[in-house]
């Protein structure tokens, strides 16, 4: 960050609901990316090498959940995916992921407390790079996200920090696990953003089979 100019990254982290969340990447859509860049965000990187190094098809769909202004999306692409959506419910952070040429195929507006902006099978692989937290997206998502996959498909996403203080979603990822639905292909403790001191868990998860527990409230 330089001179006189506000910083976004705290309020992140503070925020407590669904409104203030939109409310902050609104105010935040045009210094997102160099504020993020300017404390070393990693993030992006370690998903998409996460999910290419499973030697999964590279060709077929993505779908970027809360792509924001787009980072995650160049990061699969430089990856080597080819074929990319994304979706945010922030007006102002998706506009800066529209202006980005080649990066997506389509973007959509949509809001994670509602059911996904998809239908099961359309996508083979389905991240959330930096989304997980419990006023962005709630542990219920991780269910939602691997009904849509199909057996083999993955799931890739990031838990920083302050989300790994929220046991909600670990304990779906072990329900997840206990049933035999997905399974851990990957899941990795590194940096998230360095210059702040946050780390961040990079998990994987393979889809088995089709039926999903019911969520249980933890
Ligand atoms: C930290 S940014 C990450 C953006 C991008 N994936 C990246 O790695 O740079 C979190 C994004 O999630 C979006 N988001 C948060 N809560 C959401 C919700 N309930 N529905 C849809 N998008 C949401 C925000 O608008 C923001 O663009």
Redesign the pocket.
């Known amino acids: 960050m330089s001179g006189e100019r506000k910083g976004y990254l705290d309020s992140?982290y503070a925020v407590e609901d669904?409104e203030s969340?939109?409310n902050l990447?609104k105010d935040w859509a045009a210094t997102?990316e160099e504020e993020?860049r300017a404390n070393g965000?990693v993030?992006?990187t370690r998903c998409a090498h996460a999910l290419a190094n499973l030697a999964v098809n590279s060709s077929a769909p993505l779908l970027?959940?809360?792509?924001?202004?787009?980072?995650?999306g160049e990061a699969f692409k430089a990856a080597g995916f080819e074929t990319i959506d994304g979706?945010?419910?922030?007006e102002e952070?998706l506009a800066y992921a529209r202006a980005k040429p080649g990066v997506y195929r389509n973007l959509i507006h949509?809001?994670?407390?509602n059911p996904l902006p998809a239908s099961a099978g359309d996508y083979a692989h389905i991240a959330?790079?930096?989304?997980f937290s419990p006023?962005?997206?709630p542990a219920e998502m991780i269910d939602q996200v691997i009904a849509l996959l199909p057996p083999g498909g993955c799931f890739v996403f990031s838990l920083n920090d302050h989300a790994l203080e929220d046991p909600s979603y670990d304990q779906r990822i072990g329900a997840l696990s206990d049933a035999a639905t997905a399974e851990v292909a990957f899941r990795e403790y590194g940096e998230h953003l360095p210059a702040r001191g946050i780390k961040a868990v990079v998990c994987v998860l393979r889809k088995l089979r089709g039926d999903i527990p019911q969520f249980a409230p933890v």
């Open positions: 992140a669904a969340t939109r990447y997102y993020v965000y993030t992006p970027d959940l809360g792509c924001g202004t787009g980072l995650s979706s945010d419910f922030s952070m949509a809001d994670l407390h959330a790079v930096g989304v006023s962005h997206a």
